[in-house]
């Protein structure tokens, strides 16, 4: 996930709410860093730099843009879209800071300076893009494209990519429907904040813990319950209360919720953290039905304003798939394939489970990682458990970073003298052969208030000046393992291991970036092509040669034995058409939201028009009170609105991308050169073209149906 920020406010705004002049020299923001490389200086931020860069920044890209708008030359790339690109470097850099920092830390303070300059932000993005002079240049530059022969293809794709920026924000727009859209613009901005931070507090909010005895821990492995007891310690005490060993908390968060579904031997404390988790923004003080319901319908305004018949149409016009019906038909070819083989798994699931449960036993979503668990261990006597001595912290991350020096030639080299905004964070300066290409923040553990999940995002994009200087990018993954308790080493499971290549796929295209231009550098691609390079490197989570160079058992040291291997392949295939309608689950509601054509109402029933969207992918009834909506901050809060079929779309990139590798071995030196490319192109050239180059074909689902073993 990526956040972006435009800019440009109204005189009245800045004078409500800019920082003093004077206050702008002394703001570690707004001044050239001191720290190694630039980076930026978190050893010297206070909250409030937070808020007066953003303001100064806001400023001095007001003056840039103005200096843009008030020349008398005539329009050209340089003088306009370069210069354009180029606006905005101390508000980009105040604005990457504060979003980052307070997604992964949660503090209060920060989030308040959020809320705060959010809407400031919306209307500074929407002013630049209805700026009528500005406007009027870039369309000029634009409509002269073809008389230019001396452009490189890279400017003539900001050009063209510029252009339509401006076209899908509104400039093109005129009298009541440009007013209209920069409300709606503000509107919007303020709704997705909202909803994103009822999610972060709905999650650490009192209520969505489980309060658990000792006598109910039965088929929890020591490293949860150590964790449980811990959360509970820490809990009791904060209140104040004497802390008598005998209670345990599990939360809603992946490291405690993820292994309590799957090994709790208690039916009924499942079922009960089940619903927690999956209706903590429905209904009380973090309640977000209304909000995602005002969302789709100002981004349905929008996009009639458009002259499009819904916002699916609006939004995929960019992508790969281009159109609503693209991505329908490409969910519906995954289903045809995925749905026997579904029914199948639980068929047999529920029939395992009655042999213990009995007869009359029916399999609930609180069963399914429980039971699927259990029959894998005995048809495989695979648990993911029996992989996670192989898969030390420190050691995985030796192995997940030397992928890159198999592949690319990457090599990672910790500075402690680069400041970090929390002590877990660590940064690495990356160097290709001699040359550093950027710096990595990697912060891994989880604490109280970060944001659950994980995510790859930048402090600083990658670009290069007139003469070829480069500044290099400030790229940063986050993830939630558990921290060690006392001086326990941290073990991974497979699926964090295969969280931790995944995100770090996202940071080698931060890292790879090669343009000149920041707004086509790394990860600004099309969203249907971002998640390529990140599930791309899933693939090395099965292979042995890759295995071998880090996954040792961390007390004998012996190497993870390829029968332990096969296993979590034969494993992992048999759930695999589960995890494909799962996700196509979230495809199918994503459309559903955004091909709407008339406004959803107040009265809207959320969980019938969830439990509607999802019918042809259902894999368990609906169960009352519990659905993903008001909490999917993907489609909502995030950049995936009518965009979530993208990781399908991706996983079908993915596979068959690394089948090239497979043809040519995992490492091949002539194959990763030409993946390379894609990696350091970013939004240079159109997606297609970059993958057609690298594989000589258009992607098809078949690599995608032979890896999750449908097909031969």
Request: proline share 4%; charged share 25%; aromatic share 12%.
């Amino acid at each position: 996930m990526k956040k972006l920020f435009f800019s440009t406010l109204t005189a009245m705004t800045l004078s409500m709410f800019a920082a003093p002049a004077t206050a702008s020299a002394a703001n570690p923001l707004v001044e050239s860093s001191k720290a190694p490389f630039e980076t930026v200086p978190f050893n010297v931020i206070t909250p409030q730099d937070y808020e007066n860069a953003i303001m100064e920044g806001i400023r001095l890209q007001n003056q840039e843009i103005s200096a843009i708008t008030r020349q008398r030359s005539t329009p050209t790339f340089e003088n306009t879209i370069a210069a354009l690109d180029r606006s905005g470097k101390v508000l980009n850099k105040a604005v990457l800071a504060l979003s980052n920092v307070e997604h992964a830390v949660g503090d209060t303070v920060l989030m308040n300076i959020m809320t705060k300059v959010t809407p400031v932000l919306s209307e500074h993005s929407a002013e630049i893009m209805l700026n009528e002079p500005l406007w009027q240049r870039v369309k000029e530059v634009y409509d002269r494209r073809d008389q230019r022969n001396d452009l490189t293809p890279e400017e003539q794709r900001l050009i063209n990519e510029t252009y339509q920026n401006f076209v899908e924000s509104g400039a093109s727009l005129e009298g009541k429907d440009r007013e209209r859209y920069k409300t709606l613009v503000k509107e919007l901005s303020d709704l997705t904040l909202r909803f994103a931070q009822n999610i972060t507090n709905g999650m650490k909010a009192p209520e969505r813990r489980l309060w658990v005895k000792a006598d109910q821990l039965g088929g929890l492995p020591e490293s949860i319950i150590a964790a449980a007891r811990a959360e509970a310690k820490e809990m009791i005490e904060a209140e104040g209360k004497t802390d008598d060993g005998s209670m345990y908390v599990f939360t809603v968060f992946a490291p405690s919720y993820g292994p309590f579904m799957k090994y709790s031997t208690n039916r009924d404390l499942r079922e009960s953290l089940y619903r927690l988790y999956n209706s903590r923004n429905n209904g009380g003080e973090f309640d977000n039905t209304q909000i995602l319901k005002d969302i789709a319908n100002v981004r349905l305004e929008i996009a009639k304003i458009f002259g499009c018949k819904n916002f699916a149409e609006y939004q995929l016009k960019r992508t790969m798939a281009g159109t609503p019906e693209t991505v329908e038909k490409f969910l519906a070819q995954l289903n045809e394939a995925y749905n026997p083989a579904m029914k199948a798994e639980l068929k047999e699931i529920e029939d395992f489970a009655r042999k213990t449960e009995g007869a009359d036993f029916k399999l609930m979503p609180w069963d399914y990682s429980f039971w699927a668990d259990k029959l894998k261990n005995e048809r495989y006597a695979f648990n993911d458990e029996d992989m996670k001595p192989y898969f030390e912290l420190n050691h995985t991350i030796k192995g997940v970073f030397g992928l890159a020096e198999k592949l690319y030639g990457y090599k990672f080299k910790e500075n402690k003298n680069i400041p970090v905004y929390h002590p877990d964070v660590k940064a690495y300066e990356v160097y290709d052969g001699k040359n550093l290409i950027g710096i990595l923040y990697a912060d891994f553990y989880f604490r109280p208030g970060k944001a659950p999940g994980a995510w790859m995002t930048e402090f600083r994009p990658e670009s290069k000046d007139d003469e070829g200087k480069k500044t290099i990018p400030l790229i940063s993954i986050v993830c939630n393992f558990s921290k060690p308790v006392g001086n326990e080493a941290v073990l991974l499971t497979p699926m964090e291991v295969e969280t931790f290549l995944h995100e770090f796929g996202h940071a080698l295209h931060g890292l790879s970036a090669d343009t000149k231009y920041s707004s086509l550098s790394g990860t600004n691609v099309y969203h249907d092509f971002v998640e390529l390079f990140s599930q791309f490197n899933e693939n090395y989570l099965t292979e042995k040669k890759f295995l071998d160079g880090f996954a040792k058992h961390y007390k004998t040291g012996k190497a993870m034995p390829q029968e332990l291997i096969d296993k979590f392949v034969r494993a992992s295939r048999f759930g695999a058409a589960y995890a494909c309608l799962r996700q196509l689950g979230f495809g199918y509601l994503d459309m559903a939201y955004y091909t709407i054509d008339n406004p959803l109402r107040a009265s809207t029933d959320i969980e019938a028009f969830e439990k509607n969207a999802q019918e042809p992918v259902r894999v368990f009834d609906a169960v009352e009170g519990c659905m993903s909506s008001p909490s999917f901050g993907h489609i909502f809060s995030g950049g995936y609105a009518s965009g979530y079929y993208g990781y399908k779309w991706a996983e079908m990139l993915d596979a068959d991308a690394f089948a090239a590798f497979k043809e040519k071995g995992i490492f091949d030196k002539a194959t990763a050169k030409k993946f390379q490319k894609m990696l350091r192109s970013g939004g240079t050239i159109d997606p297609m073209e970059l993958y057609i180059e690298f594989r000589g074909q258009k992607p098809t689902i078949d690599a995608l149906l032979e890896r999750d073993g449908l097909k031969q």
